[in-house]
């Protein structure tokens, strides 16, 4: 009849009959490793000890069996599954890790992303037997968004939590690409291990005049984002001697003051100062 479930009685004729856990209406067979339905009683079970792939595992189970071959239980089987698994997980987590530790070092020494995909056709040659190195997928496109969207996070939540804690300064200066102008900030401190660092801490896009007050907005705008307490962490800033940074009246410095009044007058970078004598000399030198 339809819908008939297990019956434990079929197990005397059909000894690879096995009931299936949770689903009573579905019989397991242990040499085809594989279930079926029993809806319709033990028809169906004998129908599946006719069919010609059951005789054929049969008679591959004797030859192994007669080969002195042990046969595994299911569960063993499924033991030696989550096994292989899990091996096969580790693999693939360690070429993981392998790409992102390349797409950073490529990254740190500023050589062109298109080596990595050098790397990656180089690598299968000289490591044939890396199962690590075959599960990698290099690119200097899957490069550019492990950095943006993973290291470069990662990284970024750190600083912050770094200049959240210790006093820093800040050096900043305009440039225009194209027809956009943009603000670079960064940023020198000194962390936990009491060593000095250097950073890179955001770029603004700047979309209203290069002002001294609005220069100013933005910079502390960025670190309002960023959630940084410069009121009473800032203890510097470091930019070039123009009058839109220095001017006595109108200039960056004279409204950062306003917001943070520790910060010391030290001027303009004495080395952008030397960069600005350089140019100018060489350009009276080829006059003619």
């Known amino acids: 009849m339809p819908g008939c479930k297990w019956n434990p009685e079929w197990q005397r004729k059909y000894s690879w009959a096995c009931p299936v856990k949770g689903n009573p209406q579905r019989v397991f067979c242990s040499v085809c490793d594989s279930d079926f339905s029993c809806d319709h009683g033990s028809a169906e079970l004998k129908r599946h ?34 096994a292989i698994s899990s091996e096969q ?17 490529i990254a740190t020494h500023n050589v ?53 804690q210790w006093p820093f ?8 690409k194209g027809k956009a102008s943009q603000l670079e900030l960064n940023v020198s401190y000194r962390d936990d291990k009491n060593r000095i660092c250097r950073a890179h801490l955001v770029t603004v896009d700047m979309v209203v005049s290069l002002t001294g007050e609005n220069i100013s907005k933005a910079v502390f705008s960025a670190m309002d984002t960023l959630g940084i307490p410069y009121k009473n962490k800032l203890v510097c800033e470091r930019t070039d001697g123009c009058s ?15 917001v943070v009044p520790q910060l010391p007058d030290l001027g303009g970078c004495s080395c952008h ?14 006059k003619d």
């Open 49 to 82: 000890d006719g069919n010609i792939k059951h005789k054929n595992n049969v008679e591959r189970r004797k030859v192994v069996d007669a080969a002195g071959t042990r046969s595994i239980s299911i569960t063993e089987s499924f033991k030696k599954a989550e």
């Open 89 to 105: 997980k580790k693999i693939k987590d360690a070429a993981l890790i392998a790409e992102a530790s390349i797409s950073n070092l």
């Open 112 to 164: 062109p992303r298109s080596l990595i995909n050098c790397l990656a056709e180089l690598l299968p040659v000289i490591i044939p037997d890396s199962q690590i190195v075959k599960q990698m997928s290099l690119h200097h496109h899957k490069a550019f968004y492990t950095l943006t969207f993973g290291t470069a996070q990662h990284v970024k939540k750190k600083l912050v939590s770094q200049l959240q």
């Open 169 to 176: 300064s800040i050096n900043y200066d305009e440039s225009v």
């Open 244 to 258: 839109v940074m220095l001017g006595i009246h109108a200039g960056c410095h004279v409204f950062n003051k306003r």
């Open 273 to 286: 100062d030397a960069c600005n004598c350089l140019k100018v000399g060489m350009k009276a030198m080829n």
